[in-house]
């Protein structure tokens, strides 16, 4: 387990956190800003200094994926990084553009579904442990992905039902269509459906039962379940992955 340190100085705040680093923009001649989702802080914006300068010692903490431990002054309702010691570079990931896009996914996930000063230790050490997955090619990177954000939608209060119809208890295994009802988050076959529901593949509602089961999931299948899970959270929040518009149209 990690553990934050928040301690002050002349007036500042410094603050340790264990963060992954999900984004960075260039500021002024020779700063960046970067992006990092912490353990102990959530979401956070902050500053590192001279980073765009050759041979500087904190440029490598500016790099997407990186998770390290990064020391924080606060001042005047600014952070800004002070020192960074690097836990892991999941260097690899950059090696497969399989694995590089699911690994953007995660990352973009976390800038758009998570909250400054709303910490979640399931949502950190899930990205954690996915991002080690796609680093030492554990499984298809898309099932990687998959897998991650199945769990977020219980993580994030928004579980999906159980994969078989949810009016007759029929298994996904013998639909010949499949429905989804936005309202309760289930699955319902064709004998069932009503009005406003939305028509899904069969293949999708039976990779859902095979997800929620731990079991094998069919490459193509894969990229099904990938839509069809960023459209539940589209709809249930209005935020839009795109980097998934991405991996999908990868061969």
Avoid: W
């Avoid at 836990?87 to 090696?95: G, H, K, P, Q, V």
């Avoid at 699911?102 to 954690?128: M, N, R």
């Avoid at 990687?144 to 949810?166: H, N, P, R």
């Amino acid at each position: 387990m990690f553990f934050g340190t928040t301690f002050y100085l002349l007036g500042t705040k410094m603050i340790k956190v264990n963060a992954l680093a999900l984004r960075s923009v260039d500021y002024r001649d020779n700063d960046k800003m970067i992006s990092l989702y912490s353990l102990e802080k959530g979401l956070i914006g902050a500053c590192v200094r001279g980073a765009k300068k050759a041979g500087s010692k904190l440029g490598f903490c500016t790099q997407p994926f990186c998770f390290a431990e990064y020391v924080l002054n606060e001042k005047n309702d600014r952070l800004t990084v002070t020192g960074a010691t690097e836990i892991e570079s999941f260097y690899n990931i950059r090696l497969n553009l399989h694995s590089f896009y699911a690994g953007c996914c995660i990352l973009e996930f976390l800038l758009k579904f998570t909250d400054a000063d709303a910490p979640d230790e399931k949502t950190f050490l899930l990205a954690v442990d996915s991002l080690k997955k796609l680093n030492f090619a554990d499984g298809l990177p898309e099932r990687v992905l998959v897998d991650f954000l199945y769990k977020q939608t219980e993580i994030s209060g928004y579980a999906l039902g159980e994969a078989e119809c949810s009016c007759c208890g029929k298994k996904a295994e013998d639909f010949k269509k499949a429905y989804f009802d936005p309202e309760s988050a289930t699955i319902v076959c064709e004998d069932c459906f009503t009005v406003g529901m939305r028509e899904i593949l069969v293949d999708t509602a039976r990779g859902l039962a095979k997800i929620a089961e731990v079991k094998e999931v069919e490459p193509a299948a894969l990229k099904y379940l990938l839509k069809f899970l960023n459209y539940y959270f589209r709809i249930k929040t209005g935020e839009y992955i795109y980097s998934i518009d991405q991996l999908i149209e990868l061969p």
